[in-house]
């Protein structure tokens, strides 16, 4: 009986959810979305804390050691500087750092959820959204252009050279995406930035050495000429997987009875390749397209390092390696956030481009 009770009140709690879902089955699947995002990135940031917990040393260890390297400069001739046991628990229960890692995670959250503060850098002492706010529109920068860019070429290309099947052009254009799509992409950076170095056509970094409020117009065309080859890598790098994709989802629309029926009634060839078998093309792009996001994102860590390019993954890395849990993991909070929503975005753009899609009803 008080199980029967219990099922009961249960059922009545989630009465209101089960109403919504029937009559706005699309924002019901929205607000679900959201909220298995707020629950992965929860578990992320556990993790995080967990494995850097586990890493050799902490970041007590780079504090103390720059000290001492400061104190050492300032004192010419003195060698006799030393730490002991007592100053790096000291310093490690000022941080917070003697506390378990679940313990540190929660206090992150509490600072972060309700006063919203994501803390400062534990080596630069800067605050960590001054510090990510600097970079991400960088990074956010390069991948969007880059991401337009493939989606341009891959729909153009793709489409094209699904009317050349079977002539010679055919095994040419699939070697040549296939050999885009399985070369090493930080080979391809390194051959790139060599050519830089050799030719002296570009630049070897990634960025202008002045800022963009000093002169807008300069920094433009500077800006154009040092990303050029870092956006080539990043392109050639997501056209050949995309190129394949759309080019052999066109020959399967264009195997379908419905274009036969087209054809049978008449419709110009180019009305049957644009305004129908082009459509069906749209789905499964942005279905893999938040997968290409994420791609991009996690490519131009290595980008952004080979070409020292000042971005978020640039930014990642030297966190990594000096131990900052704070901008580790903020970095990684934030960029999830971006590949998870462009996720619940490329769901609801399928939804909106596809009227037989119905979320959380049949048929």
């Not at 600097?134 to 699904?162: C, D, Q």
């Not at 963009?212 to 065309?221: H, M, N, S, Y």
């Amino acid at each position: 009986m008080k199980l029967l009770a219990a099922a009961e009140a249960l059922r009545k709690l989630l009465s209101p959810f089960y109403i919504f879902k029937r009559r706005f089955p699309l924002a019901a699947y929205i607000l679900y979305r959201f909220l298995t995002m707020a629950a992965l990135l929860f578990l992320l940031g556990f993790a995080i804390f967990a494995l850097m917990q586990l890493a050799p040393g902490d970041i007590v260890d780079q504090i103390m050691i720059q000290q001492v390297f400061s104190e050492s400069s300032g004192r010419a001739g003195q060698r006799d500087i030393s730490i002991t046991d007592d100053q790096l628990a000291a310093r490690r229960a000022y941080l917070g750092l003697d506390q378990p890692f679940y313990v540190q995670y929660f206090r992150w959250l509490d600072r972060v959820i309700v006063h919203h503060d994501l803390g400062t850098s534990l080596i630069s002492r800067a605050p960590v959204s001054f510090l990510i706010g600097s970079r991400i529109w960088n990074s956010i920068m390069l991948n969007l252009i880059s991401l337009l860019l493939i989606t341009v070429f891959s729909f153009l290309l793709g489409v094209y050279f699904s009317t050349k099947a079977g002539t010679a052009a055919d095994p040419a254009v699939t070697f040549f995406a296939l050999v885009l799509h399985a070369f090493p992409g930080i080979l391809l950076l390194i051959l790139l930035q060599l050519f830089a170095a050799v030719t002296g056509l570009f630049p070897v970094t990634a960025y202008p050495s002045f800022p963009w409020t000093e002169a807008p117009g300069k920094f433009v065309f500077s800006y154009m000429h040092h990303i050029f080859l870092p956006l080539l890598a990043s392109f050639l790098g997501g056209l050949g997987g995309t190129l394949r994709m759309i080019r052999a989802t066109m020959l399967d629309q264009l195997g379908q009875p419905y274009i036969t029926s087209l054809r049978s009634r008449g419709i110009a060839e180019w009305r049957i390749y644009l305004a129908h078998a082009f459509r069906n093309t749209l789905n499964p792009f942005i279905t893999g397209s938040a997968n290409l996001l994420a791609g991009l994102f996690s490519g131009s860590l290595i980008l952004e390092i080979i070409f020292a390019y000042p971005g978020i993954g640039r930014l990642m890395y030297e966190a990594v390696m000096q131990q900052d849990i704070n901008l580790v993991l903020a970095n990684t909070m934030f960029i999830s956030f971006l590949v998870l929503l462009g996720m619940v975005i490329s769901d609801i753009c399928l939804a909106l481009v596809d009227p037989r899609i119905r979320y959380g009803k049949e048929g």
